[in-house]
């Protein structure tokens, strides 16, 4: 009796998790980034916009089920070590849902998650992280006021000398 209790309970909440779920899809992408940016420019499957004055990139792949959100924050070349370090550390502890990649010489503040399953408050959450994490790198590396416990010591390092401008991308 218990077991079938148990499955029936696991059934239910199966369907309504189907139910609920967002089913995000490019269309509803678009409408969630031109209620929170400045700006929205479309080119193919991305989405290039101003949040708070900075420039973010949304990419998506139907077929794949994937989409990321991408914010370029400094050229390798302007960086220090420890400053990539910093970065790796924050990777772990304080950039939570964000995370900084390099690609293209560029490190890079990047949200990453399955399409369909993402929920509106995800995706206006991860425009916040992105430009967070965009903007503290080089001093705080965080995405959000939340910091994992554990070694979250990092390197003093010298003044960031120069960030990606917004009119360079």
């Given at each position: 009796?218990?077991?079938?209790?148990?499955?029936?309970?696991?059934l239910g909440f199966v369907f309504l998790q189907s139910a609920y779920s967002q089913e995000?899809?490019?269309?509803?992408?678009?409408?969630?980034?031109?209620?929170v940016s400045d700006t929205a420019i479309t080119n193919g499957n991305s989405i290039q916009f101003l949040y708070k004055e900075r420039v973010l990139i949304c990419i998506y792949d139907?077929?794949?089920?994937?989409?990321?959100i991408i914010s370029p924050v400094v050229q390798r070349e302007k960086l220090e070590e420890d400053q990539i370090l910093n970065a790796l550390v924050a990777n772990f502890h304080s950039a939570l849902d964000v995370k900084y990649a390099l690609s293209d010489e560029i490190i890079w503040s990047v949200f990453t998650h399955p399409l369909k399953e993402l929920y509106k408050h995800q995706v206006q959450d991860a425009i916040a992280q992105v430009y967070l994490a965009s903007v503290t790198f080089g001093s705080t590396y965080s995405s959000t006021n939340l910091t994992f416990p554990g070694n979250t010591k990092r390197k003093e390092t010298t003044k960031l000398k120069k960030l990606i401008e917004k009119d360079t991308i």
């Open positions: 009796m218990g077991r079938l209790l148990f499955f029936s309970m696991f995000m899809n490019p269309e509803k992408l678009k409408e969630i980034i031109s209620k139907e077929n794949a089920n994937r989409m990321r």
